[in-house]
Structures are given as structure tokens and as C-alpha cells.
């Protein structure tokens, strides 16, 4: 039987979820992680496979930021283990892994204890809009990035090519750090799609897959 893997871009899929589900609660662990398996399942229809043909769904992610910060502007202590978004992510880790032909693979956060401007402060500030003297706790974030994902993904692709576990590979992702992975899975003859999840990619990115499909609602 021809099987199919998909594989979740955990940060990015979260990401785009609140502009494509906007009316589903987006801290609703359970509702999207029921989300991910469905987004699985509407990709073997698009691809006119059974059910039975997903071989396993893996979900990239991080743990949740577990230490205490001091804000930058109050000197206010926080411990982010205790906030709304840890416990999303705890939760949500939790529902995966009772998701039937689902593999939850983490990676880890790299964080330098020191805080950055968000995005649309900055752009704020940039606009006239903020004055610096006006800026506030909540114009900051931890400076952390994720890291091991992209390899995570990159070795699973590797892997599921190699030992020849599937012939067909759909990647829910939006960036282009894949193309290695990809460019590998192609030359040994696994069907590869991806799925942005209607946001756009750069055209030379076709090159690089053997198709473009998006299965979930398209955002306004």
C-alpha cells in the first residue's frame, strides 16, 4: 500500500491557525489538536488516498518557557511557567500525544535571560506612532528562539526516505529551511507536497516540490 507522512510545523501552524480558524478558540488544547489530525485526513482526500494510507502525523514543537524574567521597564519579576501560554502548551503537548498515528517531536527553546522589542512596537516607534518614553512591559518579549526543529524535520525526512517507510511526504510549513530535505526526498522518488496553509511562498520554492495544496478554510 502507498502511505503518506505528514509533518507539522508546530510554530507555524499555530501561528496560522488563529487567521484561519478565527472562530475557533485558539487556547482550546483539545480542539486543535483534533485540528491537526483532521488537516491530516483532508490531505489524503486531496490526494485521493484512504485512511488507512497515513502512515504517522509528526508535530514539531517546543516545551513552553519554564523560568522567571525580570520586565524590562517595571522590574516586576514574572514566571512564565505559570502564564496562559506555558499551560496552552503543556496542554496541547498533552492531546498530541493521545492522538492516534501521532509522534510528538520537541525541540528546545535558546534563550539569553534578555528581552527584545515585539514587532509592532518597533514598527510603532518607527511610525511615530510610540514614543520611546511611552513604551511599557507589554511592548516586550523574551529574546528565545526555537532550536533541533529544523533538524528534527530534516532527519525525519532522511529517515522516512531511506528506510522507504512512505512514498509520499505532505510538509505543513511556511519558510524555506526544508529545501535540503526535500530536494533529497525528490531525488530518491518520494512524492513531496506542501501546504502553507494559503500563505504565500516565494516562486522559486516550485522547483524545490512536487506540488502546492492547502486543505484548511482560506482566510479573508
Request: aromatic residues 10%; neutral net charge.
Amino acid at each position: 500500500m502507498n502511505r503518506t507522512a505528514i509533518l507539522v510545523d508546530g510554530a507555524f501552524f499555530l501561528a496560522r491557525y488563529r487567521k484561519v480558524w478565527g472562530d475557533r478558540d485558539a487556547n482550546d488544547a483539545r480542539t486543535v489538536a483534533k485540528t491537526v489530525f483532521g488537516m491530516a485526513l483532508e490531505h489524503l482526500k486531496a490526494v485521493d488516498r484512504p485512511r488507512e494510507a497515513l502512515y504517522r502525523i509528526f508535530f514539531y514543537d517546543c516545551p513552553p518557557l519554564e523560568k522567571s524574567f525580570t520586565k524590562p521597564i517595571s522590574g516586576e519579576s514574572i514566571d512564565f511557567s505559570r502564564t496562559g501560554s506555558a499551560a496552552f502548551r503543556r496542554d496541547l503537548h498533552d492531546q498530541l500525544r493521545r492522538q492516534r498515528k501521532m509522534a510528538l517531536r520537541l525541540g528546545r527553546l535558546a534563550e539569553r535571560g534578555e528581552w527584545q522589542l515585539k514587532r509592532h512596537a518597533y514598527q510603532q516607534l518607527r511610525d511615530g506612532a510610540l514614543m520611546w518614553d511611552e513604551l511599557g512591559d507589554e511592548h516586550f518579549e523574551p529574546d528565545m528562539r526555537q532550536t533541533q526543529v529544523d533538524m528534527k524535520i530534516g532527519i525525519d525526512i532522511a529517515a522516512l526516505t531511506y528506510k522507504k517507510l512512505v512514498d509520499q511526504i505532505i510538509l505543513i510549513a511556511g519558510d524555506a529551511d526544508f529545501i535540503p530535505a526535500a530536494k533529497l526526498a525528490r531525488y530518491e522518488g518520494i512524492d513531496f507536497i506542501l501546504d502553507p496553509m494559503w500563505q504565500g511562498i516565494a516562486p522559486d520554492l516550485h522547483e524545490h516540490i512536487d506540488g502546492l495544496q492547502s486543505v484548511c478554510p482560506r482566510p479573508f
